[in-house]
């Protein structure tokens, strides 16, 4: 069943037919997407899709490409815009206070995985608008412990020119943006006895190298040191 109780039977042909659909003629208006890494996307079971975040069409691109139903979390302001918040709601989004505990959310947001569906996420939890990733906040990190549900890096870049909703003076200007997604291979935490506030920390560190990782170094913002030190590594 669907969080909003409908079979998904029925939710996945009316996600496909609206959702997808409106995310993609939305980002095809706003901008040219160039995507790598679609191969290591896993067609079915509980994900957790962990993104950068530099505008508010990010989540749309990703939903256009990106073949799997995504349930995304949201900041609770944006439903409070009349209109916007309709679109939130029939999207089947998750609202979230930002900057706290919000268990309820995690409440959700787990239920979203035990149905083996994709739950998008932003671990900074707003917009950097800039090139330059800003640190992240643990919730990304703490249900990827919990549930143990497999975390898809993706790394987006060019988004933070786009303003939506539509792009109007891009759109009188016939201007899309290039926009390029780069997708990493999934990857699982181990899974703790107990969850203790350090192996969150450095789960939430793991998440985020690995978006960084797939970044421009322009891109990578609080980030760059640890991808640096990381390919150090390697050599």
Known sequence: MSRRGLPEWVVAPWYW???????????HLNARVQVQGLEHVP??????????HLSLADPPIITAVVPRRIVWMAKK???????????????GCLPVRR???????????????????????FPEG??????????????TALLALQTGAPVLPVGIMGSEHIRLPGDIVAFLRLRRYPVRVVIGRPFTLPRPERLRTAQVERATEAIMARIAGLLDPPYRGVYARVVAEAMEGKE
Do not use: K
């Open 126 to 139: 707003t917009r950097s608008g800039r090139p330059g990733m800003n640190r992240a906040w643990p919730g």
């Open 43 to 52: 067609r079915r079971g509980p994900l957790i899709v962990a993104s950068n």
């Open 17 to 27: 037919a609206n959702i997808h659909t409106w995310a993609t003629a939305l980002v």
């Open 99 to 121: 900057f706290e505990a919000d268990l309820g959310a995690l409440r959700e947001a787990r239920r979203v995985l035990e149905r083996g569906l994709a739950l998008g996420m």
């Open 77 to 91: 302001e944006l439903f409070d815009i009349p209109g916007l918040g309709l679109a939130f709601h029939l999207f």
